[in-house]
């Protein structure tokens, strides 16, 4: 029997493109089993279903390693069960079949690239988050996290470069785009930056 196991993140996504890529063997499916939840999670539900109902020579494919397991471990676990089942598993985007005699070295090698891979993504998210705390603002110029601003939760050298750009010495004064430069922000965000200090200040 052939066996499609797709996954989805959320119940929002659609399986479409793995759908496609399966679509492209050529090969008329038995049975199919979508999980529509996160990869992190441990209930998957479909997946532990069609380990159960897994037979001897059944094929098993997968559109990528990323759909099947949630770690290298994960995917190793997953794959291990199956073959004890006496099923086969083909994973076609890193293109291993676990009929091969390197099926475990392609296993090891791309669940340990897509690992690393997750985890830096995760890590860029979370430098990203904490840049947005510093600055205030996300990368679109919307305040991150408390919404009543003053001048007091600027950027520390916002008043030093603010007081360049107004300053009518010439060999100091600097434009706003050099001030949105050396703030490392976006002109909109340092218009509203300039507006927040101005009104502060204002009722001193």
Known sequence: MLIKYLRVSTKKQDEGRQELQLDKL??????EYIDKVTGKTEERPQLNKMIVEVKEGDIVYSESISR????LKDLIDIVEQLLKKGGRVIIVKEGIDTSSSTYKLLLAIFGGVAEMEGEYIQERVLQGVELCKIRGT???GRWFGRQNKTA???????????DKMKSNIKEEKITKVEMAKLLGCGRA??????????????HY
Request: no cysteine.
């Open 138 to 140: 996300t990368k679109t």
């Open 68 to 71: 099947l397991g949630r770690s």
């Open 152 to 162: 007091e939760d600027l950027p520390k050298n916002f008043r030093k470069y603010y």
């Open 189 to 202: 965000t340092l218009y509203r930056w300039i507006k927040i200090y101005e009104d502060t200040e204002s």
């Open 26 to 31: 050529g090969i008329k499916f038995d049975r």
